[in-house]
């Protein structure tokens, strides 16, 4: 049962993976960089560091992201108020309408994937996901 499991996740996460390159590929961004839109736009700013632990990357690594999508006009650096010694990334307006427009994206995804469910079944699926994400 669980090599079936595996390999049903492994299938979904493919597709799921697919579907969120051609995606974000349309409008010209990476999947890391849409990634940090998502991050900021659920979460609002951040600092640099909590971004990349969030994100699970090295700070270095968020530099580099944080530099282009600062170059496309999606986020913006400003200094934190109270600690001199931290950066906050924020998104812009531009940026902040790329997540909303990437977020119904997913929601329509969603709803297609899940229109056939229950909604016993949708709260069921949703209490399976959130702990698989706990377990992380």
Sequence with gaps: MLEKLNHAIIEFYEKLSSWEHD???????TLPQM????VLGIHKDMRMKELAQCMGITTGTLTVL?????DKGFVCRKPHQTDRRSIL???????????EEHDRLHLRLIEELTADFSAEERD???SFIKKMNGAF
Aim: charged residues 35%; without cysteine; hydrophobic residues 40%.
């Design 23 to 29: 995606v974000v590929r349309e409008k010209g961004l």
């Design 124 to 126: 069921l699926l949703l």
């Design 35 to 38: 990634h940090t839109l998502e």
């Design 66 to 70: 944080v530099d282009r999508l600062e």
């Design 89 to 99: 990334v924020e998104l812009t307006e531009t940026g902040q309408k790329m997540y």
